[in-house]
């Protein structure tokens, strides 16, 4: 008989294994749920290592301090919206008036223009009739003029009152 030498032992082992594919491919699965398994009871259990425990108090604070400052950003934004519609209002107010100046403005032009343009014809009219009492007054220069009944009366009325005033007082 001929007599079969024994293989290597390794070589054996790994090709037992390699001839049951099934028990291969089940004993990965079972280590691959196991392994999700323990790191899903990991995550979930209470208590925590202290470095994360840490890391979620930041978290959290941090948290809590961007709702803080956001909620104050939406106080201030609130705020200048505010003010910018006084704003708005106030310069609303003020062009307002600057029309109504602006009309004023325009009909004090004109009334001043009328105004200037009497004048001028005031002064020539008054010209005018200086020119003819110039003239009239050198064909009259012969006859002496008249005086006015109603500037001597006038100037006796003045001295009368004065008279009665002065006789009252003393």
């Given at each position: 008989?001929?007599?079969?030498?024994?293989?290597?032992?390794?070589?054996?082992?790994?090709?037992?294994?390699?001839?049951q594919p099934i028990a291969l491919a089940a004993g990965a699965l079972i280590v691959i749920v196991l392994g999700i398994a323990a790191i899903a009871l990991w995550r979930a259990s209470p208590v925590k290592a202290p470095e994360q425990q840490?890391?979620?108090?930041?978290?959290?604070?941090?948290?809590?301090?961007t709702a803080e400052t956001a909620e104050q950003l939406v106080e201030k934004t609130n705020g200048l919206e505010l003010t910018q519609q006084e704003w708005i209002d106030q310069l609303q107010v003020?062009?307002?008036?600057?029309?109504?100046?602006?009309q004023l403005l325009a009909a004090q032009q004109g009334q001043t223009k009328r105004l200037s343009e009497e004048v001028s014809d005031l002064a020539s009219?008054?010209?005018?009739?200086?020119?003819?009492?110039?003239?009239?007054?050198?064909?009259?220069a012969s006859a002496p003029p008249p005086r006015n009944k109603a500037l001597r009366t006038r100037s006796q009325a003045a001295k009368t009152a004065h008279r009665k005033r002065a006789k009252s007082r003393g």
């Open positions: 008989m001929i007599e079969i030498p024994p293989r290597n032992a390794e070589t054996s082992t790994i090709a037992h294994i390699g001839s840490d890391r979620l108090v930041a978290f959290r604070q941090q948290q809590a301090k003020l062009q307002d008036q600057v029309q109504r100046l602006r009219a008054l010209e005018g009739m200086r020119q003819s009492q110039a003239s009239a007054g050198r064909a009259d």
